[in-house]
């Protein structure tokens, strides 16, 4: 679990470059390099800025770590749903 936290920070700062948040071009690249495996629609851009939209919680036009963590926990939720065969949807 070690690996996957330095993973997942290690990701994000190469991807913002020295910033502190990753803007739309930087997400995008990000989101297609590193998430088309695991995500539906990354070769898509408007797709992508939607998603980033809806991670922008403050509105600046960019993502924090904190609103990544967000997309991070989101994909992990659903990785977990598919691998154990639930569906929370399901009621």
């Known amino acids: ?10 990701t994000f ?3 913002a470059r020295g910033k502190e948040n990753l803007d739309g071009k930087a997400f995008e690249k ?5 998430l088309g495996s695991i995500m539906e629609d990354t070769d ?3 797709a992508i800025k ?3 939209k809806g991670l922008d ?5 960019k993502v924090s770590f904190q609103e990544y963590l967000t997309l991070v926990g ?5 990785l977990s749903q598919r691998n154990s065969g639930s569906n ?3 009621s």
């Open 1 to 10: 679990m070690e690996s996957a936290i330095k993973t997942i920070v290690t």
């Open 13 to 15: 700062v190469s991807s």
């Open 30 to 34: 990000m989101v297609k390099k590193q």
């Open 44 to 46: 898509s851009g408007s």
């Open 50 to 52: 939607e998603m980033q």
């Open 57 to 61: 919680e403050n509105s600046d036009g």
């Open 74 to 78: 989101y994909l992990a939720n659903s």
């Open 88 to 90: 929370a949807d399901t």
